[in-house]
């Protein structure tokens, strides 16, 4: 199984990004998804999950109402629709294959990530 990210950059505080990850080896509609970040000196942290089917999302306090993590299977792409960013949400996304099929903080296959930076 690979995943593989694209979409980060440099955006103003208050603007929009979108994140894609396509992933390629495992049926995609059997997997959980999702988002992890890590900005410098920081640990990783989970974003946002979209599990397999029976499950419901999920998406970290922090970004609530901001980010949405829309999925298409027939694509085999997940995506982080990421609104109103501030600088603190500046860090290196990454995009992950949950390990359970119900949204959780472990992750394995997570992609090479890609760089937001948010400018105050």
């Known amino acids: 199984l690979q995943v593989e990210e694209s979409g980060g950059g440099l955006v103003q505080a208050g603007g929009s990004l979108r994140l894609t990850c396509t992933a390629s080896?495992?049926?995609?509609?059997?997997?959980?998804m999702g988002w992890t970040r890590q900005a410098p000196g920081k640990d990783r942290g989970t974003v946002a999950c979209f599990p397999r089917y029976g499950f419901d999302p999920a998406s970290a306090d922090s970004v609530n109402g901001r980010f949405t993590i829309p999925r298409d299977n027939a694509r085999n792409t997940l995506y982080l629709q990421m609104n109103s960013l501030k600088h603190e949400d500046t860090a290196m996304y990454f995009c992950a294959v949950g390990q359970y099929p119900y949204c959780s903080d472990s992750w394995d296959n997570w992609g090479q990530g890609t760089q937001v930076t948010v400018s105050s």
């Open positions: 080896g495992s049926t995609f509609r059997d997997l959980t």
